[in-house]
C-alpha cells in the first residue's frame, strides 16, 4: 500500500507473468526478501534500473548432481548462479556411491558456506539417493538399505528421496525397495523417478509405487504415455543426454504444466560455454516452444511439483528470485537477486564462498595390484558379446562379435576396443572385461573414475599395458582422466572423491576440454564424448547391455551374461 520504504525496487523493466503469458511495463517492489508489489510508486531504501530487461522468476533446474559438474559446491555455484540458476534439486547420488552420506553432508556443509549478505544464494533441495548402489550387481563404496533410507529421510537436510533408479526391483516388487519408497511417503517426501522404456503396465506398477518424476524417455511415445499417467516429464538438457528436441513438439496448451527442465549431468566446459538452465530454455524457444511454456518449465512447473509454495513467480507474496534478461528468446543474464538480494550481475558472482574439502572426499581411489595381463581375455568362445553405443545417447545396443584367440587373449578385430570396469574402493581387486564397437579409439587407453554410478574406474583402449598405466595414473592423482598414448601420458586429477576437482572452473573446463581434445585425436569419434560418455557404460540401469566390475550385465533380464555369445 506504499506506507513504508520498500528494501528494493526494480525499475524501468518488463515483468513476465507465468500465469498470463502476458509481459508487463512496471516496477517490483521487495521487503524481506518478499515481492510486495507491482506497478509505480514504490520508495526503496535501493533501487535497480532494469531498463530494456525482461524480469523473470528464478530459474530451478528440477535434477541434477553438482558432482557431474566436476566441480566443488563453490565453484560449481560461481557459474550457475550467474545464469539464473536461483535453486536446484540435488541428488548427491555420485557422492554417496563413494563416500557414504558424508558425501551428502559435504555438499550441504559446502553450499551453505556461500553467503551474499545474509542470505544462501542457491537453494538447494538435496534429495537422499535411494540406490547406493545403483543395482546389486556391482560394487560401490556404500550402501543403503531400506532401514537405514528411513533413518536418513527423517532428517530435514533431506527434501526428498531420489532417482529411483532401480525401476525393475520397483516393478518386481522387490521388498527392500518398496520399502524405501514406503519410508518416503509415511514422511510426505517427494520421490524422483528414473525409469527407461517403462511403459503399459510396468508403468502403472512403478507410479503406483510413488514415483513423480522421470528424465529417462526413450521415445516421444513413452513421453506421451507417462504424461497421461500423471508423471512430470523432466526434459534433460545436458553434456551427454538431451531430450528437447522429443519433447519440444509434445508441450501442447493441455499439458505444458507437467515438463520441468533439468541438467542431470552437465559439465565445467559446457557450463561456461553454454550456461545452465539459461541455455536449456534458450534451446527449447529454438524449437519453437512459445516463451510461456518453456519459461514455466524453469520456475512454476518445478514449484508446483516440489510443493515449493510461494516460488516461481513473480508476483505479490513470493520469494523475490528474480533474473533480469534481455530477452526470451536467447535469455541473456544481466542480473539475478535471491531473496531480493543482488547475487549476479554482468556474468559475474556477488558472493563470497569458503573452501571447505574435508578428509570424508579426499583420498578416495583404492585399487588392487593390475597388470597388463589383468586386461587379457581368456575367452573359450570365438564368439563374444560387445556394446555398440548409439551416437549422441546413452543406450547401448548388444552386438555378437566373431574373434581369434591368441596366446590367452583375444585378438581385437577393426574398430573394436576393451573395455575394463576396475573396482577402486576396497582394493579388492575385482575387474569386469567386455568389448566395445564403434568408439573409434585407438593406439592406447583412457580411462576415467567419474562413472556412473558406484564409481568405478572405467578404462577402454587396445593395448594392455597401457590400460594398466591408466589405472596407476588415476589411483595416483586420486581420480581424474587419463589417457596414454605411444607418445603421450596425460591426466587430469578429480582428487575430490574421484569425482570433482578442487580447481578453479576456468581450470577444470580448460584441463577436461584439452584432455578430451586429445582423446578425440586418437579417434574417438563425434557423437561420443570421449570421457563422459564412457563414464556411462558401467550404469546397468540404461538398455540395453552394460559392464560392471562384476562382468557384462543384460539390462533388460536386469542379470549378469557372459562374455561368451553362446554360454
Known amino acids: 500500500m506504499k506506507r513504508e520504504t520498500c528494501d528494493l525496487v526494480i525499475r524501468g523493466g518488463s515483468v513476465f507473468n507465468v500465469f498470463t503469458g502476458e509481459t508487463e511495463r512496471a ?24 531498463a530494456g530487461k525482461v524480469l523473470l522468476p528464478g530459474f530451478t533446474d528440477a535434477h541434477m548432481h553438482v558432482e557431474s559438474t566436476m566441480l566443488t559446491p563453490e565453484e560449481f555455484a560461481r557459474l550457475a548462479v550467474p545464469h539464473g540458476t536461483c535453486a536446484i534439486v540435488a541428488d548427491p547420488h555420485e557422492l554417496v556411491n563413494v563416500c557414504g552420506v558424508q558425501g551428502a553432508e559435504y555438499l550441504a556443509e559446502a553450499f551453505s558456506r556461500l553467503r551474499a549478505g545474509d542470505i544462501q544464494p542457491l537453494d538447494v533441495l538435496m534429495q537422499l539417493p535411494s540406490c547406493v548402489p545403483a543395482t546389486p550387481f556391482e560394487t560401490s563404496g556404500a550402501r543403503l538399505d531400506a532401514r537405514a533410507t528411513l533413518q536418513e529421510l527423517e532428517k530435514p537436510a533431506f527434501f526428498g528421496l531420489g532417482e529411483m533408479m532401480n525401476y525393475p526391483g520397483v516393478i518386481a516388487g522387490d521388498a527392500d525397495t518398496l520399502a524405501k519408497l514406503e519410508a518416503a511417503k509415511t514422511l510426505g517426501k517427494i520421490v524422483d523417478g528414473h525409469a527407461p522404456g517403462v511403459t503399459g503396465d510396468a508403468l502403472n506398477a512403478y507410479l503406483a509405487a510413488g514415483v513423480a518424476t522421470d528424465h529417462e524417455s526413450l521415445s516421444a511415445d513413452e513421453v506421451c504415455e507417462k504424461l497421461a499417467r500423471g508423471m512430470y516429464v523432466q526434459i534433460r538438457c545436458g ?7 522429443v519433447c519440444a513438439p509434445l508441450m501442447t496448451a493441455e499439458n505444458y504444466t507437467r515438463f520441468l527442465l533439468c541438467s542431470d549431468d552437465k559439465h565445467a566446459a559446457d557450463l561456461m560455454e553454454r550456461g545452465h538452465i539459461d541455455d536449456a530454455l534458450a534451446q527449447l524457444v529454438a524449437l519453437g516452444v512459445p516463451a510461456l511454456r518453456a519459461v514455466r518449465a524453469a520456475t512454476l512447473n518445478v514449484a508446483e511439483c516440489y510443493s515449493l509454495r510461494g516460488h516461481g513467480a513473480i508476483a505479490p507474496g ?3 528470485d528474480m533474473v533480469a534478461v534481455d530477452d526470451v528468446t536467447n535469455f541473456h543474464v544481466g542480473a539475478v537477486w535471491k531473496r531480493g538480494v543482488l547475487t549476479a550481475e554482468g556474468g559475474r558472482a556477488l558472493f563470497s564462498a569458503q573452501p571447505y574439502l574435508p578428509a570424508a572426499v579426499r583420498d578416495t581411489v583404492r585399487v588392487g595390484k593390475v597388470t597388463a595381463q589383468s586386461f587379457c581375455i581368456g575367452a573359450k ?9 548409439l551416437p549422441n545417447e546413452l543406450v547401448t545396443e548388444q552386438v555378437v562379435l566373431n574373434v581369434q584367440r591368441r596366446g590367452g587373449d583375444i585378438v581385437l578385430p577393426e574398430d573394436v576396443c576393451k573395455l575394463a570396469v576396475v573396482e577402486r574402493h576396497f582394493a579388492g581387486g575385482g575387474i569386469g572385461l567386455g568389448l566395445v564397437k564403434g568408439y573409434g579409439f585407438r593406439g592406447g587407453a583412457l580411462g576415467i573414475s567419474l562413472s556412473h554410478d558406484s564409481h568405478n574406474l572405467v578404462v577402454l583402449g587396445d593395448d594392455n ?56 585425436e586418437m579417434g574417438v569419434r563425434e557423437g561420443y564424448d570421449p570421457f563422459m560418455t564412457l563414464a556411462f557404460l558401467a550404469l546397468p540401469v540404461i538398455p540395453h547391455l552394460k559392464l560392471t566390475d562384476r562382468g557384462l550385465f543384460d539390462v533388460d533380464a536386469f542379470l549378469p551374461v557372459p562374455l561368451e555369445a553362446d554360454a
Open 381 to 389: 568362445s570365438s564368439r563374444l558379446r560387445a556394446m555398440y553405443v
Open 318 to 320: 513470493y520469494v523475490a
Open 465 to 520: 599395458a597401457a590400460m594398466a598405466r591408466v589405472v596407476e595414473l588415476l589411483k595416483e592423482a586420486g581420480g581424474g582422466m587419463a589417457l596414454v598414448g605411444k607418445d603421450k601420458e596425460e591426466v587430469f586429477p578429480l582428487d575430490v572423491a574421484g569425482l570433482m576437482s578442487s580447481a578453479p572452473a576456468a581450470d577444470v573446463a580448460s584441463g577436461t576440454a584439452r584432455i578430451s581434445r586429445h582423446a578425440r
Open 239 to 245: 553434456s551427454s543426454a538431451n531430450n528437447a528436441a
Open 27 to 50: 516496477d517490483v517492489a521487495v521487503a524481506d526478501g518478499v515481492i510486495v508489489g507491482i506497478g509505480r510508486g514504490y520508495a526503496a531504501k535501493a533501487e535497480y534500473d532494469a
